[in-house]
């Protein structure tokens, strides 16, 4: 079974380019979970800063005493985070005044959570190389050429594409992009750079509502349809928890290359939806539909059924990929029930026609329709 929008809605979506509606979420108390003290103060440059994964950025690393710098268009949330200096400008050097706000300026590390095209990650690194001293790159599990390889680790090959100067961003090209946006900042930086992988982000503030279905819709309650037989792994990582790690690294002056996905100890898609439904202490009730079934109802992984990829799948790998480097560094993932509550709680303080419109996921009548498709095919009764 293909994943459903892996490509770009997988990047755009995790790290940002998916509108964000409502405030960044505060930082609690015990989400910086490193076991260690912070460092020497840092003067610390992130590029973009203001979706997502940007602000539990700006919020880890306050919470740790670093001073941020953010580089962005002024263009989304620009009311968030009053107290934090802003530059404006584009990633592209060819747009407007481009990198310009950045010359002379010096920093102890940068953090790109917005780069996509070589050309441009090229471009910043290249210009921040004499006055920063690390450059933090925020790729993706994507990059790997053989997908269905279980354990994926950091030393395995990664995907490639004819034409590297290719610039549009699709199911084909988004990994192979992402590999050459992380040869370009090692090239610019050598020995100075941290390239993160993350899997699936999610938790409060994600756009793109690709976890975000499932603490809604379990709970709901009722008769739930849950993809595959219950076996296939599973991996999401809380943007909070990606960000301590991070922070914290970026403290270590850390270099390479790191999977950067959760949780610490492996998960698998019974075990997520029985947690979800415990947490939000539901009725639900699930049936879980076969991965063959599903694709000639034309119910896609990821999409209609997010974070949910098939084991025996021609990209089962992206939900099994080994995170062991990340742990020795220091990863700390939060209880899956915890991401849950937080997110539900964010969502359900978003205006109500935010709420109506998912962005992932089955509507009810579609559910509904396949369950019964599925009950007839298999002559079973409804489980409500």
């Known amino acids: 079974m293909k994943l459903s929008?892996?490509?770009?809605?997988?990047a755009a979506a995790a790290l940002g380019a998916v509108q964000v509606l409502g405030c960044a979420s505060s930082t609690r108390a015990g989400d910086?979970?490193?076991g260690d003290a912070p460092g020497r103060p840092l003067n610390i440059l992130i590029l973009g800063g203001t979706r997502f994964l940007g602000p539990a950025l700006v919020q880890a690393a306050q919470a740790r005493g670093h001073t941020l710098t953010l580089f962005n268009r002024g263009k989304s949330n620009p009311g968030l985070f009053p107290d934090v200096e802003k530059l404006q400008g584009d990633r592209d050097p060819n747009k407007g005044e481009?990198?310009?706000?950045l010359q002379g300026r010096k920093w102890d590390a940068v953090i790109d959570t917005s780069g996509y095209?070589?050309?441009?990650v090229k471009a910043s690194a290249e210009l921040l190389a004499p006055n920063v001293g690390q450059y933090v790159f925020i790729s993706s599990v994507s990059v790997y050429k053989e997908m269905t390889k279980k354990d994926l680790n950091e030393s395995d090959a990664v995907g490639t594409i004819p034409d590297e100067t290719k610039e549009e961003i699709d199911d084909l090209s988004y990994g192979p992009l992402k590999a050459l946006c992380e040869r370009a900042a090692e090239a610019a930086m050598p020995g100075r750079t941290l390239n993160i992988r993350p899997g699936l982000i999610v938790g409060p503030d994600d756009g793109s509502d690709r976890f975000t279905y499932w603490p809604l819709r379990v709970a709901k309650g009722g008769e739930v349809l849950a993809p595959g037989d219950g076996e296939d792994p599973v991996q999401v990582i809380d943007a909070r928890d990606l960000a301590a790690f991070i922070i914290r690294n970026v403290e270590r002056r850390t270099q390479g290359?790191?999977?950067v996905t959760g949780p610490v100890q492996p998960m698998k898609m019974k075990g997520m939806l029985e947690t979800l439904r415990e947490a939000t202490g539901s009725d639900a009730r699930f049936t879980w539909v076969d991965a063959a079934f599903l694709e000639q109802q034309k119910v896609t992984a990821f999409g209609d059924?997010?974070?949910w990829v098939p084991r025996t799948g021609p990209e089962s790998g992206i939900?099994?990929?080994?995170i062991a480097k990340a742990i020795q560094a220091g990863l700390v993932t939060r209880p899956l029930a915890d991401t849950a509550r937080d997110t539900l709680t964010w969502f359900h303080a978003l205006p109500k026609d935010r709420q109506e419109k998912l962005r992932s996921g089955l509507s009810e009548e579609r559910e509904r329709e396949v369950l019964a498709a599925w009950h007839q095919t298999k002559g079973t009764a409804r489980a409500d």
């Open 5 to 10: 929008r892996r490509g770009v809605i997988q």
């Open 32 to 34: 910086d979970k490193g």
């Open 98 to 101: 481009g990198l310009k706000a």
């Open 117 to 120: 095209v070589p050309r441009i």
């Open 257 to 259: 290359i790191f999977n």
């Open 305 to 307: 059924m997010p974070a």
């Open 319 to 322: 939900g099994a990929a080994s």
